[in-house]
Nanobody, 126 residues
Framework: VQLQASGGGHVQPGGSLRLSCAAS????????VGWSRQAPGREREGVSC????????FYGESVKGRFAISRDNANNTVYLQMNSLKPEDTAVYYC????????????????????WGQGTQVTVSS
């Protein structure tokens, strides 16, 4: 399942963006999905992850309370709502299918992913 991220852009600090992750030619049903980001010169950072039924979610510490992940299985799309954006959120954002995870109640820890594919650039600056 190849996933494609979109919806990036340029926004001022404090602004919002909503990213979309869509499946190309297949369904996201039964698939956990994760978001990561990578800024120039920095390692890839896990941002968020959602189980197939939306019952379990993970947020990285740097985005907790500001970002919200959701999914619409009928439309084969996972969303990442990003609020109160900061300059340090500037990065290329990617989504991918989760191929190994752990569930602890309402928290999912996504440990391994399929290929990340092409990301979408998010730039936060004034």
């Amino acid at each position: 399942v190849q996933l494609q991220a979109s919806g990036g852009g340029h926004v001022q600090p404090g602004g919002s963006l909503r990213l979309s992750c869509a499946a190309s030619g297949s369904t996201l049903s039964g698939v956990a999905v994760g978001w990561s980001r990578q800024a120039p010169g920095r390692e890839r950072e896990g941002v968020s992850c959602i189980s197939d039924n939306s019952g379990s979610i993970f947020y990285g510490e740097s985005v907790k309370g500001r970002f919200a992940i959701s999914r619409d299985n009928a439309n084969n799309t996972v969303y990442l709502q990003m609020n109160s954006l900061k300059p340090e959120d500037t990065a290329v954002y990617y989504c991918a299918r989760v191929i190994r995870y752990r569930l602890y109640g309402r928290t999912i820890y996504c440990d391994d992913f399929s290929s990340w594919g092409q990301g979408t650039q998010v730039t936060v600056s004034s």
